[in-house]
């Protein structure tokens, strides 16, 4: 591996500022690109604390983790212990008979149609045992049939969780870290968001683990804790092909085929967009105080994590220092570096901004395609059509890049605010109906 070297001046005070601007108490900025890695870290581990954020600073990834589950599920592919067409119910005979006929693929890439399981309440208990799982919620109904649309949902990746620990034949936090030593990555384990408080306000240092969660069951859809230098090092081995073949990896970065014909912009645990005719892939979590970000360019080699102990209401500004870091580490590596270029369907553009950004209004059917109708159907609380305002009107959205397929059309929009810039992927039908749109 290379030495990790400091980040250029002018991009350190850059987001030096921007993390103080967003009220950021602590931020870790790991950065990688072919023979140069850089680790950025600035602020406090916990607010009103004299302990500054270093490279051995425990952060919380939260749904970012759900890329760990993924690459083990992968890895056991490869190594031939399933097969991801196969149902889920072939593995996992306990699964509700509704959901087992759903492939393993269809999990990873969230268009199994199977239901939220998490009502996010503050009174909601979580079983840790499997058995408590099926019993809980093995009789919620199901979205869509496999592949019909793409719904995200934390259930796909409990069970993929169950799915590792039966085929590893131990439990789910002993087979990741196996995947972690693998990998070289000292700073990477499986943990809760109050042990990665905990861990460092006792100073256990990379070392330390949660022994809870080495016990616990339900568990897959993202309780992955890293330091700045472990998720460099798991990065590095990910982008390097320590993991994972290269048949592999072109699946994880692979978008799911919809019974539709068109795209749907999601691999195994990455949402998966091009750029310039390249892939990108990135994710986001945050749960529990703690934020995390990351952006990948598998065929340039580059990408970056971000992770804070801030949570919620920083999605979008850790999505921005995201893109920031990485165009100021590797430019034109980012959405960021795009210009804008004639808007070629402006009613278009309209509509879609009018209908994921909603002020108070009512979604209109009629604007979606059936993959997103599937969704407003089945009429879930917390897992619906996106919706993108934040409480001000944006000050610019301008469309930056497109691409015209047959069955259907991308068009990425910047979208500009005072203090950050976003970009927002929408799909279209020929009809000029959405059938999808996530924001980057």
């Known amino acids: 591996m290379s030495e990790i070297s ?6 350190a005070a850059t987001l030096t500022e921007s993390a103080r601007e967003f009220g950021i ?11 140069r890695r850089s680790v950025f870290t600035t602020g406090v581990e916990v607010t ?25 599920v992968l890895d056991l592919a490869q190594a031939g212990s399933l097969d991801l067409e196969a149902p889920i119910g072939r593995y996992l005979a306990d699964v509700p008979a509704a959901w087992a006929q759903r492939p393993v693929l269809s999990l990873l890439r969230h268009t199994s149609g199977l239901p939220e399981y998490l009502a996010y309440t503050e009174a909601e208990t979580v079983p840790e045992r499997r058995d408590e799982f099926m019993r809980s919620y093995g009789a919620m109904a199901t979205v869509f049939e496999h592949d019909a649309g793409w719904i995200y949902t934390n259930t796909n990746y409990i069970l993929l969780g169950f799915l590792i620990a039966q085929l590893a ?18 700073g990477a384990t499986v943990a809760s968001p109050q042990w990665t408080r905990d861990a460092n306000a006792l100073g256990l240092g990379i070392a330390g683990r949660d022994a809870a969660s080495a016990r616990r069951e339900v568990i897959g859809d993202g309780d992955i804790s890293f330091t700045a230098q472990g998720a460099l090092d798991w990065m590095q081995a990910l982008l390097g092909g320590r993991l994972l073949s290269a048949a592999s ?15 749907s912009p999601y691999g195994c645990g990455w949402f998966v967009d091009m750029l310039r005719g390249s892939v990108i892939g990135h994710h986001g979590g945050h749960y529990d105080g703690w934020t995390a970000m990351a952006c990948l360019a598998p065929a340039q080699g580059c990408g970056v994590v971000v992770m804070c102990n801030l949570a919620p209401g920083n999605t979008r500004a850790v999505r921005h220092l995201a893109q920031l870091a990485l165009e100021g580490y590797v430019p ?34 009629g604007c979606f395609a059936e993959e997103l109708l599937h969704v ?13 305002w934040a409480g001000v009107e944006p000050l610019g959205f301008e469309l930056v890049e497109q691409l015209q397929q047959p069955t259907h059309r991308l ?3 910047r979208v500009r605010y005072a203090d950050r810039v976003e970009h927002l992927l929408v799909g279209t039908t020929p009809e000029n109906r959405i059938y999808w749109a996530w924001p980057l």
């Open 169 to 186: 034949g131990r439990p789910y936090a002993a087979a990741l870290q196996a995947l972690f030593d693998r990998a070289g990555c000292v």
């Open 25 to 35: 108490p602590g931020l870790a900025v790991c950065l990688l690109a072919p023979g």
């Open 332 to 365: 034109g590596s980012t959405p960021l570096s795009l210009l804008p270029i004639p808007d070629d369907a402006p009613a278009l553009t309209a509509m879609a901004r009018a209908q994921l950004f909603r002020n108070g209004s009512a979604l209109d059917p």
């Open 48 to 72: 009103g604390s004299e302990r500054p954020v270093t490279g051995s600073t425990w952060f919380s990834v939260a749904s970012l983790g759900k890329h760990v589950t993924a690459c083990a």
């Open 249 to 263: 990896m072109a699946t994880m970065f692979s978008p799911a085929l919809l019974h539709t014909s068109r795209p």
């Open 411 to 413: 068009r990425r929009y």
């Open 376 to 388: 407003v159907a089945h009429g879930s609380a917390v897992r619906n059509v996106i919706n993108l």
């Open 6 to 11: 400091p980040l250029p001046a002018a991009l």
